[in-house]
Structure formats: C-alpha cells, structure tokens
C-alpha cells in the first residue's frame, strides 16, 4: 500500500521554525522526485519545493526561497522540509506529494502550519 505521512506542522509565532517529515512506504522511493505543496484557507494548491531522486537538483517557489530547505534520506524513505523565519502567509496544511505536481494523487493527508502572534 502506496502511504506518505506528514508530521511535525504545529503554531509558531512570526519568524519561528518548523521541520516537517514525510515518511514514505510501499514504493521504491528512491526511483521517484517529491514535492513539498500547501494549500492555505480558501486558496488552491501550492507547490514550494520540488528534490529529485537523488537530491541533487532542488527547486523552490518564490514564496520560500531562502527560508525553506527541503532534503531526502532515501535510506529511511524520508522527506524533509525545515522551515525558518516562519510568516503568517505561511499558514496552511503542508502535503508531500510524490512526484513533481502539486495536484499528484499519491500525496498524504498533510500537516497543519499555523503562524500567527
């Protein structure tokens, strides 16, 4: 069974830190690029950061860049978002997502991200 699960997404004042992971199974994860999207109140998808298989070619939407980091153990079959200097347009609920669009249906049920005084 095709599974991604998010975790670590909390409150956090303006200009806070999260790290968030998604811990992948039953695929070879290694063999697949993943995406970082959110999806803010009333808004529609958004994809912030893209890694491809091996890590090595990383895109950021202009949103997060500079403040995101995104990185993958494919040993431990983990995704991992850390994210700095936290604003409230931030706030969402974060979703891995395999592969590189935001609206892919292999995607997990996502983490909450509230950042607020």
């Known amino acids: 069974q095709v599974q991604l699960v998010e975790s670590g997404g909390g409150s956090v004042q303006p200009g806070g830190s999260l790290r968030l992971s998604c811990a992948a199974s039953g695929f070879t994860f290694r063999s697949y690029g993943m995406s970082w999207v959110r999806q803010a109140p009333g808004k529609g998808l958004e994809r912030i950061a893209t890694?491809?298989?091996?890590?090595?070619?990383?895109t950021y939407g202009d949103s997060v860049k500079g403040r995101f980091v995104v990185s993958r153990d494919n040993v431990k079959n983990t995704l991992t978002l850390r994210m700095t200097d936290l604003k409230p347009e931030d706030t969402g609920l974060y979703f891995c997502?395999?592969?590189?669009?935001?609206?892919?249906?292999?995607r997990g049920q996502g983490t909450q991200v509230t950042v607020a005084s």
């Open positions: 890694i491809d298989v091996g890590g090595g070619v990383i």
């Open positions: 997502v395999r592969g590189f669009t935001a609206s892919g249906s292999i």
